[in-house]
């Protein structure tokens, strides 16, 4: 590595909230404001896939695996369990909210 820039990967119409890198170093995971979730190639500094994922902000991303990015929404609290090369959503899954007296009862 010398410091320099090795790769401008460019696609997004808005602020990118987060990204991350494959375990194989293969791929670039990144989620913005703009719906979207891109995979890059890190060899290539190539946009692979693009996939929208509904009409809320993207919060963040992780690889679970090689095989699972997880992304989750600013507003609503859904995590999308996506396969990184077909881009389907393999499980989506909603927050659980608190109930109003669960913070008073420890047992709960």
Excluded at 41 to 57: C, I, M, N, T, W
Excluded at 58 to 81: H, M, N, P
Aim: net charge neutral; hydrophobic share 40%.
């Amino acid at each position: 590595m010398t410091g320099e820039i090795a790769h401008r990967l460019g696609g997004h119409a808005a602020i990118v909230n987060d990204v991350d890198i494959d375990p194989t170093g293969r791929l670039l995971a990144s989620v913005s404001r703009d719906f979207t979730l891109k995979i890059y190639s890190l060899a290539a500094g190539e946009l692979v896939q693009s996939f929208a994922l509904g009409r809320k902000s993207l919060k963040s991303v992780c690889f679970a695996s090689d095989r699972i990015v997880l992304v989750g929404e600013y507003w609503g609290g859904t995590l999308q369990a996506v396969h990184p090369d077909s881009l389907a959503v393999l499980r989506r899954l909603g927050a659980m909210r608190q109930r109003p007296d669960d913070d008073k009862d420890p047992s709960r």
